[in-house]
């Protein structure tokens, strides 16, 4: 039996998609986290934590640095949400265009009026259409393509920029989107500017005070990303300044409160219930996958290495990524007179992963040597359960 233990509100089509050699939430000493986008940055994380498996794409809630010392396997499942993001950035898109929440307010406060007869006298809400207009995405991954491709559909004139793209999500893109080959190439002339990139060092402040003078008189900013992509304290200042006409983000902090021309969402850009199965049964298929078979596939800290699993034991190694590893490995085998059916081995950056499939069951003694050898992480030894 593993047990799996979750964070946040997990939806229930996940819990239901484990298998019943799994129990979730029994105890704390979980095998697998099932997470959405709970802070682990302080988190103490137990001895047989073997797997942790977000459902959603953010991951700066991991300390990836201290889940690979501990020889934990990180995954997120990015994607899974993108098309609830961009359902929500086009209404925003709209919805800053007409002025939607300055309008739902005032006809809050006017609920007894005839309120249509104020627009024959007044046309502060008098808006603008999205057709011709143009917009500047920043990350075309899988939210940034989903709602460049929309926008589009909506006639809005699209230009993105994304320095780092994959030759994967490239072939999402319509080829109607103007390609800009720098940020200040994008924003200059859009009159909305979403951002969809993940938070890491060098995307903090990726939108400052610089990018913001950049952009044209009237532009309306939005940020789905996460808080500090952009700098809200520089966005409030070109909203004084009538530089801005509104901010919207998924994203609050004090400065962004009590505005008519900025809208906070509480970080609801994922929040369907469609995108909250999706991404829960992805990190189900994930943590029973890695549990059962120690196979990789799209980890976070560890390399793809995918071997079909027919011998009845594997032992699986997390491992430095340095020279004659996989030579003391197998002669910590040799010693024990165990014979090797299948190795295979791969690496990601500084950190290597080892499969080894076997006839006969690996002794506690063999587990305790390999683990002592240095510079190896963590060693599993899988019960092959077909
Ligand atoms: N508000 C919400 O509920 C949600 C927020 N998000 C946020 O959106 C981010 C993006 O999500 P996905 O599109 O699914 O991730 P993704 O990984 O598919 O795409 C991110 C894209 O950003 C690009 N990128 C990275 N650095 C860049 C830079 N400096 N300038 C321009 N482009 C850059 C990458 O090349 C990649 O194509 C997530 O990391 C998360 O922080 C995602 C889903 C829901
Ligand atoms: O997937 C993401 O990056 C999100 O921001 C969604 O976060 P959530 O799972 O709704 O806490």
């Given at each position: ?74 995954f997120n499942t990015p994607g899974s949400n993108a098309n609830a993001v961009k359902e929500l950035v086009i ?296």
């Amino acid at each position: 039996m593993y047990n799996v233990k979750t964070y946040n509100a997990i939806s229930p089509a996940g819990i239901d998609h484990l298998s019943n050699q799994y129990q979730v939430n029994k105890t704390d000493d979980a095998d697998a986290y099932l997470i959405r986008s709970v802070d682990l940055h302080e988190a103490d994380f137990p001895k047989q934590l073997k797997v942790i498996a977000r459902a959603g794409a953010g991951f700066n809630n991991i300390p990836l640095d201290r889940v690979t010392e501990a020889g934990i396997a990180a995954f997120n499942t990015p994607g899974s949400n993108a098309n609830a993001v961009k359902e929500l950035v086009i209404a925003m898109l709209v919805a800053s265009a007409r002025h939607m929440f300055a309008v739902t307010n005032f006809s809050a406060q006017h609920i007894h009026a005839d309120i249509s007869l104020m627009k024959k006298t007044d046309d502060r809400f008098k808006g603008t259409e999205l057709l011709g207009k143009k917009l500047a995405v920043i990350g075309l991954g899988h939210v940034g393509s989903l709602v460049a491709n929309a926008a589009r559909e909506l006639g809005m004139k699209v230009v993105g920029f994304d320095p780092f793209l994959s030759s994967d999500a490239a072939w999402h893109i319509s080829n109607q989107i103007e390609r800009a080959d720098s940020m200040k190439a994008a924003i200059k002339d859009a009159d909305f500017v979403t951002v969809h990139v993940p938070k890491t060092a060098e995307t903090t402040g990726l939108i400052g005070a610089e990018e913001i003078k950049a952009m044209k008189d009237g532009v309306h900013l939005l940020n789905y990303s996460r808080l500090g992509i952009v700098d809200n304290q520089a966005a409030v200042n070109a909203l004084d300044a009538k530089h801005v006409a509104s901010y919207i983000t998924d994203f609050g902090e004090d400065v962004l409160f009590n505005r008519e021309d900025v809208v906070v969402t509480p970080h609801i850009g994922g929040s369907t219930e469609e995108a909250e199965a999706n991404g829960s049964i992805r990190g189900a298929n994930i943590i029973m996958k890695y549990l059962e078979t120690g196979n990789v596939k799209g980890a976070l800290n560890l390399p793809d290495l995918n071997v079909p699993f027919n011998t009845p034991f594997r032992l699986t190694l997390i491992h430095q990524n340095i020279p004659n590893m996989v030579g003391q490995i197998a002669t910590k085998l040799a010693n024990n007179d165990l014979n090797i059916e299948g190795m295979s081995n791969a690496a990601k950056d500084k950190i290597a992963y080892t499969i080894i499939d076997l006839d006969e069951e690996p002794t506690e003694d063999l587990v305790d040597a390999l683990t002592q050898i240095n510079s190896i992480i963590r060693v599993r030894v899988i019960k092959n359960q077909k």
